[in-house]
Nanobody, 122 residues
Framework: QVQLEESGGGSVQAGGSLRLSCAAS?????MGWFRQAPGKQREGVASIDGLSRTTYAPSVKGRFIISKDVAKNTLDLEMNTLEPDDTGMYYC???????????????????WGQGIQVTVSS
């Protein structure tokens, strides 16, 4: 029922910035960004629920900002001071409820985008 499509990925030098966008139809309820690096499990990066409460992984707190752009119907992730460890495939996810107890847990989400690559080099 929820269609998600990521855009804005690419390659960047360490210390640089990227903005990821997820076109969501509809843009509602709990949503999040996840990533998966080679050889690692998929991990939660940031989430935002129906009350605009945000949660960040410790590794990105203070560097990334998750937000919803209602006018554009997008879930955005502003990534600053990127590090090589931020490299991975980034996925947009959604759940059709307002709040979930573990918003950075992949299994809590039911709708997923196809993913977009982010590569950060030294």
């Amino acid at each position: 029922q929820v269609q998600l499509e990521e855009s804005g990925g690419g390659s960047v030098q360490a210390g640089g910035s990227l903005r990821l966008s997820c076109a969501a139809s509809p843009l509602t309820g709990a949503m999040g960004w996840f990533r998966q690096a080679p050889g690692k499990q998929r991990e939660g990066v940031a989430s935002i629920d129906g009350l605009s409460r945000t949660t960040y992984a410790p590794s990105v707190k203070g560097r990334f900002i998750i937000s919803k752009d209602v006018a554009k119907n997008t879930l955005d992730l502003e990534m600053n001071t990127l590090e090589p460890d931020d490299t991975g495939m980034y996925y947009c996810a959604a759940r059709g409820i307002q709040w979930i107890p573990r918003p950075l847990t992949p299994d809590e989400y039911t709708y997923w985008g196809q993913g977009i690559q982010v590569t950060v080099s030294s």
